[in-house]
């Protein structure tokens, strides 16, 4: 069955950075675009990157272009999210995605941005 599995989260100052990885497993990950959302409290879950199957296409919200990166390697089945000059405002539970057929969403993993 298709899993999902976020890593990577934790307590950062305001300015710093992360790097968050989403393990796939139980389809073809090479052939699926991925994305990442987050989720704050009190609000709805928001895309923030996607990234073709091939990587050779990104996308991302404008809250958070020029300082998150979205890419994968598909031999390790993983898709990653580095942000740089986290804000007090990204903290949020961090999810990835795939579509195949329906949406399969990890656990999810908390970033909190605050001094």
């Known amino acids: 069955q298709v899993q999902l599995v976020e890593s990577g989260g934790g307590l950062v100052q305001p300015g710093g950075s992360l790097r968050l990885s989403c393990v796939a497993s139980?389809?073809?990950?090479?052939?699926?675009?991925m994305s990442w959302y987050r989720q704050a409290p009190g609000k709805e879950r928001e895309l923030v990157a996607g990234?073709?199957?091939?990587?050779?296409?990104?996308d991302y919200s404008e809250s958070v272009k020029g300082r998150f990166t979205i890419s994968r390697d598909n031999a390790e089945s993983t898709v990653y999210l580095r942000m740089n000059s986290l804000k007090p405002e990204d903290t949020a539970v961090y999810y990835c995605?795939?579509?195949?057929?329906?949406?399969?969403w990890g656990q999810g993993t908390q970033v909190t941005v605050s001094s």
């Open positions: 990234i073709t199957s091939a990587g050779d296409s990104t």
């Open positions: 995605r795939v579509r195949r057929g329906r949406s399969y």
């Open positions: 139980g389809f073809i990950f090479k052939n699926y675009a």
